[in-house]
T-cell receptor, first 117, second 114 residues
Framework: EAGVAQSPRYKIIEKRQSVAFWCNPISGHATLYWYQQILGQGPKLLIQFQNNGVVDDSQLPKDRFSAERLKGVDSTLKIQPAKLEDSAVYLC???????????????FGPGTRLTVL | GENVEQHPSTLSVQEGDSAVIKCTYSDSASNYFPWYKQELGKRPQLIIDIRSNVGEKKDQRIAVTLNKTAKHFSLHITETQPEDSAVYFCAASSSGGSNYKLTFGKGTLLTVNP
Protein backbone atom coordinates (compact mmCIF):
# COMPACT_ATOMS: atom_id res chain seq x y z
CA GLU A 1 0.00 0.00 0.00
CA ALA A 2 1.19 3.55 -0.60
CA GLY A 3 2.58 5.39 2.38
CA VAL A 4 1.93 8.87 3.72
CA ALA A 5 2.86 11.47 1.11
CA GLN A 6 4.13 14.95 1.88
CA SER A 7 5.22 17.91 -0.21
CA PRO A 8 7.37 19.80 -0.62
CA ARG A 9 10.31 17.88 0.81
CA TYR A 10 12.37 21.01 1.38
CA LYS A 11 11.51 24.68 1.73
CA ILE A 12 13.64 27.73 2.42
CA ILE A 13 11.96 31.04 3.22
CA GLU A 14 12.75 34.38 4.78
CA LYS A 15 11.34 35.21 8.19
CA ARG A 16 7.93 36.84 8.10
CA GLN A 17 7.05 35.00 4.86
CA SER A 18 4.32 32.40 4.76
CA VAL A 19 4.58 28.72 3.83
CA ALA A 20 2.23 25.79 3.38
CA PHE A 21 2.78 22.05 3.61
CA TRP A 22 0.61 19.32 2.18
CA CYS A 23 -0.05 15.79 3.41
CA ASN A 24 -1.95 12.87 1.94
CA PRO A 25 -2.46 10.07 4.48
CA ILE A 26 -2.71 6.35 3.85
CA SER A 27 -6.05 5.56 2.25
CA GLY A 28 -8.71 4.80 4.83
CA HIS A 29 -6.84 6.25 7.79
CA ALA A 30 -9.22 8.30 9.86
CA THR A 31 -6.70 10.06 12.05
CA LEU A 32 -4.07 12.49 10.78
CA TYR A 33 -1.32 14.17 12.79
CA TRP A 34 1.08 17.03 12.18
CA TYR A 35 4.31 17.00 14.18
CA GLN A 36 7.17 19.47 14.46
CA GLN A 37 10.61 17.90 14.87
CA ILE A 38 13.34 20.32 15.80
CA LEU A 39 16.88 19.08 15.20
CA GLY A 40 18.01 16.78 17.98
CA GLN A 41 14.55 16.36 19.50
CA GLY A 42 11.61 14.02 19.26
CA PRO A 43 8.50 14.85 17.26
CA LYS A 44 6.11 17.23 19.01
CA LEU A 45 2.43 16.99 18.17
CA LEU A 46 0.99 20.19 16.71
CA ILE A 47 -2.49 19.09 15.71
CA GLN A 48 -4.54 15.91 15.42
CA PHE A 49 -7.55 15.40 13.16
CA GLN A 50 -10.10 12.65 13.18
CA ASN A 51 -11.72 12.69 9.75
CA ASN A 52 -12.25 16.42 9.16
CA GLY A 53 -12.52 17.47 12.82
CA VAL A 54 -9.81 18.70 15.17
CA VAL A 55 -9.40 16.55 18.29
CA ASP A 56 -6.26 18.15 19.71
CA ASP A 57 -4.53 21.41 18.83
CA SER A 58 -3.32 22.31 22.30
CA GLN A 59 0.31 22.69 21.18
CA LEU A 60 -0.37 24.55 17.94
CA PRO A 61 0.81 28.21 18.03
CA LYS A 62 -2.48 29.49 16.74
CA ASP A 63 -1.29 33.05 16.25
CA ARG A 64 0.80 31.89 13.29
CA PHE A 65 0.01 28.24 12.54
CA SER A 66 -3.17 26.91 10.98
CA ALA A 67 -4.21 23.56 9.59
CA GLU A 68 -7.19 22.10 7.84
CA ARG A 69 -8.48 18.78 6.59
CA LEU A 70 -11.61 19.90 4.83
CA LYS A 71 -12.71 16.66 3.16
CA GLY A 72 -11.31 14.34 5.79
CA VAL A 73 -8.53 13.10 3.54
CA ASP A 74 -5.53 15.29 2.74
CA SER A 75 -4.44 18.16 4.92
CA THR A 76 -2.49 21.42 4.76
CA LEU A 77 -0.46 23.10 7.48
CA LYS A 78 0.31 26.79 7.11
CA ILE A 79 2.68 29.12 8.90
CA GLN A 80 2.11 32.85 8.55
CA PRO A 81 4.34 34.70 9.33
CA ALA A 82 7.30 32.39 9.85
CA LYS A 83 9.90 32.94 12.55
CA LEU A 84 13.48 31.70 12.77
CA GLU A 85 12.51 29.22 15.48
CA ASP A 86 10.08 27.53 13.10
CA SER A 87 13.02 25.90 11.31
CA ALA A 88 12.34 22.20 11.72
CA VAL A 89 11.10 19.10 9.96
CA TYR A 90 7.32 18.96 9.76
CA LEU A 91 6.10 15.38 9.84
CA CYS A 92 2.67 14.18 8.91
CA UNK A 93 1.42 10.85 10.22
CA UNK A 94 -1.77 8.87 9.94
CA UNK A 95 -3.37 5.98 11.76
CA UNK A 96 -6.24 3.63 11.08
CA UNK A 97 -7.73 3.65 14.56
CA UNK A 98 -9.95 6.42 15.76
CA UNK A 99 -8.69 9.01 18.23
CA UNK A 100 -10.42 7.24 21.10
CA UNK A 101 -8.15 4.22 20.82
CA UNK A 102 -4.83 4.28 22.60
CA UNK A 103 -3.32 1.53 20.41
CA UNK A 104 -2.68 3.79 17.49
CA UNK A 105 0.18 2.71 15.26
CA UNK A 106 1.14 5.85 13.44
CA UNK A 107 2.70 5.80 9.98
CA PHE A 108 4.88 8.77 9.19
CA GLY A 109 5.50 10.61 5.96
CA PRO A 110 8.99 11.64 4.81
CA GLY A 111 8.60 15.14 6.25
CA THR A 112 9.18 18.65 4.99
CA ARG A 113 12.42 20.28 6.07
CA LEU A 114 11.77 23.99 6.61
CA THR A 115 14.59 26.49 6.90
CA VAL A 116 13.69 30.05 7.91
CA LEU A 117 16.42 32.61 7.21
CA GLY B 1 0.33 16.44 30.35
CA GLU B 2 2.58 13.48 29.74
CA ASN B 3 6.35 13.88 30.01
CA VAL B 4 8.74 11.28 28.60
CA GLU B 5 12.42 11.25 29.52
CA GLN B 6 14.85 9.16 27.47
CA HIS B 7 18.43 8.11 28.25
CA PRO B 8 21.11 8.04 27.09
CA SER B 9 21.09 10.69 24.38
CA THR B 10 23.95 8.94 22.58
CA LEU B 11 25.12 5.34 22.72
CA SER B 12 28.06 3.76 20.97
CA VAL B 13 28.57 -0.01 20.94
CA GLN B 14 30.68 -2.54 19.12
CA GLU B 15 29.03 -4.80 16.58
CA GLY B 16 27.65 -7.86 18.33
CA ASP B 17 27.22 -6.15 21.68
CA SER B 18 23.85 -5.36 23.26
CA ALA B 19 22.31 -1.89 23.51
CA VAL B 20 19.80 -0.71 26.09
CA ILE B 21 17.79 2.51 25.95
CA LYS B 22 15.62 3.57 28.88
CA CYS B 23 12.58 5.82 29.14
CA THR B 24 10.45 7.06 32.01
CA TYR B 25 6.98 8.55 31.79
CA SER B 26 4.92 10.66 34.14
CA ASP B 27 1.27 9.86 33.43
CA SER B 28 0.25 6.68 35.22
CA ALA B 29 -2.74 6.42 32.85
CA SER B 30 -0.48 5.91 29.81
CA ASN B 31 -1.02 2.43 28.46
CA TYR B 32 0.73 2.11 25.10
CA PHE B 33 4.46 2.47 24.52
CA PRO B 34 5.86 2.33 20.98
CA TRP B 35 9.47 2.59 19.88
CA TYR B 36 10.41 4.26 16.60
CA LYS B 37 13.63 4.06 14.62
CA GLN B 38 14.65 7.03 12.50
CA GLU B 39 17.58 6.74 10.10
CA LEU B 40 19.30 9.92 9.01
CA GLY B 41 17.02 11.99 6.79
CA LYS B 42 14.25 9.40 6.84
CA ARG B 43 10.87 9.03 8.48
CA PRO B 44 10.35 7.43 11.90
CA GLN B 45 9.27 3.81 11.65
CA LEU B 46 7.70 1.68 14.34
CA ILE B 47 9.95 -1.20 15.39
CA ILE B 48 8.16 -2.57 18.42
CA ASP B 49 5.44 -1.58 20.86
CA ILE B 50 4.07 -2.78 24.17
CA ARG B 51 0.75 -2.39 25.92
CA SER B 52 0.42 -1.86 29.63
CA ASN B 53 -1.09 -5.29 30.27
CA VAL B 54 2.19 -6.94 29.21
CA GLY B 55 5.56 -6.80 30.98
CA GLU B 56 7.79 -7.86 28.11
CA LYS B 57 7.64 -8.33 24.37
CA LYS B 58 10.27 -9.71 22.04
CA ASP B 59 10.73 -9.67 18.28
CA GLN B 60 13.91 -11.40 17.09
CA ARG B 61 16.82 -9.23 18.31
CA ILE B 62 14.61 -6.53 19.79
CA ALA B 63 12.79 -6.64 23.12
CA VAL B 64 10.92 -4.13 25.21
CA THR B 65 10.24 -4.32 28.94
CA LEU B 66 7.72 -2.31 30.92
CA ASN B 67 7.58 -1.61 34.65
CA LYS B 68 4.27 0.13 35.31
CA THR B 69 4.95 0.59 39.02
CA ALA B 70 8.16 2.46 38.36
CA LYS B 71 6.78 4.04 35.18
CA HIS B 72 9.68 3.10 33.00
CA PHE B 73 10.22 1.02 29.90
CA SER B 74 13.32 -0.06 28.04
CA LEU B 75 14.41 -1.14 24.57
CA HIS B 76 16.94 -3.95 24.32
CA ILE B 77 18.79 -4.74 21.10
CA THR B 78 20.98 -7.84 21.11
CA GLU B 79 23.70 -8.81 18.64
CA THR B 80 23.80 -5.28 17.25
CA GLN B 81 24.66 -4.75 13.59
CA PRO B 82 25.87 -1.61 11.77
CA GLU B 83 22.43 -1.24 10.18
CA ASP B 84 20.98 -0.76 13.67
CA SER B 85 22.70 2.64 13.72
CA ALA B 86 19.96 5.27 13.89
CA VAL B 87 18.07 7.52 16.29
CA TYR B 88 15.58 5.64 18.46
CA PHE B 89 12.57 7.35 20.02
CA CYS B 90 10.36 6.05 22.78
CA ALA B 91 6.83 7.34 23.19
CA ALA B 92 3.91 7.02 25.55
CA SER B 93 0.25 7.22 24.67
CA SER B 94 -1.75 9.20 27.17
CA SER B 95 -5.33 10.27 27.31
CA GLY B 96 -6.64 13.79 27.06
CA GLY B 97 -10.29 13.15 27.63
CA SER B 98 -11.46 10.79 24.91
CA ASN B 99 -8.40 11.41 22.76
CA TYR B 100 -5.10 9.57 22.96
CA LYS B 101 -1.89 11.14 21.72
CA LEU B 102 1.77 10.15 21.64
CA THR B 103 4.41 12.04 23.59
CA PHE B 104 7.92 11.31 22.37
CA GLY B 105 11.24 11.24 24.16
CA LYS B 106 14.13 13.29 22.80
CA GLY B 107 15.77 10.33 21.13
CA THR B 108 18.93 8.23 21.43
CA LEU B 109 21.55 8.23 18.72
CA LEU B 110 22.83 4.67 18.52
CA THR B 111 26.08 4.05 16.69
CA VAL B 112 27.17 0.47 16.06
CA ASN B 113 30.85 0.29 15.22
CA PRO B 114 31.97 -2.54 12.90
Amino acid sequence: EAGVAQSPRYKIIEKRQSVAFWCNPISGHATLYWYQQILGQGPKLLIQFQNNGVVDDSQLPKDRFSAERLKGVDSTLKIQPAKLEDSAVYLCASSLAEAGSSYNEQFFGPGTRLTVL
Amino acid sequence: GENVEQHPSTLSVQEGDSAVIKCTYSDSASNYFPWYKQELGKRPQLIIDIRSNVGEKKDQRIAVTLNKTAKHFSLHITETQPEDSAVYFCAASSSGGSNYKLTFGKGTLLTVNP
